[in-house]
């Protein structure tokens, strides 16, 4: 196993809360400016496909000031990175600082690829005085060869954090349209890879493009947190407020959660583990459904 021969990532990190992660172009000062204010648990300062070839050198010479300014309010700082070997090490040159809480790995296909990042940020942080291990990873999913190693993917290296299917990307690599039909499966296939190895799975079945019909996006995050999905990642700020909503427990939820978990104590003072509630069976699943609904609401 990979892991196992992984040297021991100092202090054990906690899941992050991550209902929004919002991108923003590293190259573009008012979009930086800006960010702070948009309510995303997360900025990702884009390096890759939102920024011009010829100004990637600028905007990695800008971002610790950008590191600072889209944390200021306290949201997880993100850098996405790119694909290409000369490009990502100058990117990981300059991502590998204070403040950057994560990278996120585009076009990922393979756990060798992820444990090559890994050991690169490892020699960067020891040469930098950084905390070993405290940047983590976002693993995009963007390729049909990918998802045969999904597995092996997530649990590479104890770096890895969360991980997405790229919807855009991935359709046009199998000759397609990001419709629902076709970025269904795939979509199960990383929510399952990523919770199977203690990961957060991000994302919903659609296009990240489209954030104009705030009605149609709403119920595709609403319909993606029932899949099992806990946040998504939003190229506009409209989509930030949508996600943060969709992501959270609704007051029903937390209400049921709420005579669930003191119906669970009684039930417990009788010496059962499954009970009736409202003529429905309760049992230890549904029980840890709500303790996990209230987790949540309390971490928001």
Do not use: C, Y
């Not at 990979?2 to 929004?20: F, Y």
């Not at 690169?120 to 020891?126: G, K, N, T, V």
């Amino acid at each position: 196993m990979i892991k196992d021969t992984l040297p021991a990532v100092e202090g054990a990190m906690s899941v992050p809360r991550w209902r929004s992660l919002l991108f923003v172009p590293a190259h573009v000062p008012r979009f930086v400016e800006t960010a702070h204010e948009r309510g995303a648990d997360g900025v990702i300062l884009d390096l890759e496909d939102s920024v011009p070839q010829d100004q990637k050198g600028g905007a990695r010479r800008e971002l610790p000031d950008s590191v600072a300014k889209v944390g200021r309010r306290g949201a997880s700082v993100l850098v996405r990175v790119n694909r290409g070997l000369r490009a990502l090490a100058a990117d990981l040159d300059a991502a590998v600082i204070a403040g950057v809480d994560a990278l996120v790995l585009p076009k990922t296909d393979s756990a060798e690829w992820v444990l090559e990042i890994a050991n690169a940020i490892s020699e960067l942080e020891r040469e930098r005085n950084l905390v070993q291990g405290r940047i983590r990873f976002l693993a995009q999913i963007e390729t049909p060869g990918a998802l045969q190693r999904l597995a092996a993917i997530a649990s590479a290296h104890p770096r890895m954090v969360a991980m997405a299917l790229g919807p855009e990307d991935f359709s046009a690599a199998v000759g397609g349209a990001p419709e629902f039909d076709l970025l269904l499966a795939p979509n199960l296939s990383v929510l399952f890879a990523a919770r199977a190895a203690g990961l957060l799975p991000l994302g919903f079945v659609g296009s990240i493009s489209e954030f104009s019909d705030t009605e149609k996006l709403r119920e595709a995050a609403r319909h993606a947190r029932r899949l099992g999905f806990a946040g998504a990642l939003a190229i506009h700020p409209t989509q930030v407020a949508i996600f943060n909503v969709a992501f959270s427990p609704s007051a029903q939820e937390l209400e049921w959660a709420d005579r669930v978990v003191a119906a669970e104590n009684d039930a417990a003072a009788r010496g059962l583990s499954a009970f009736s509630l409202n003529g429905k069976m309760v049992d230890p699943p549904v029980v840890r459904r709500a303790h996990e609904i209230l987790t949540l609401a309390s971490r928001n």
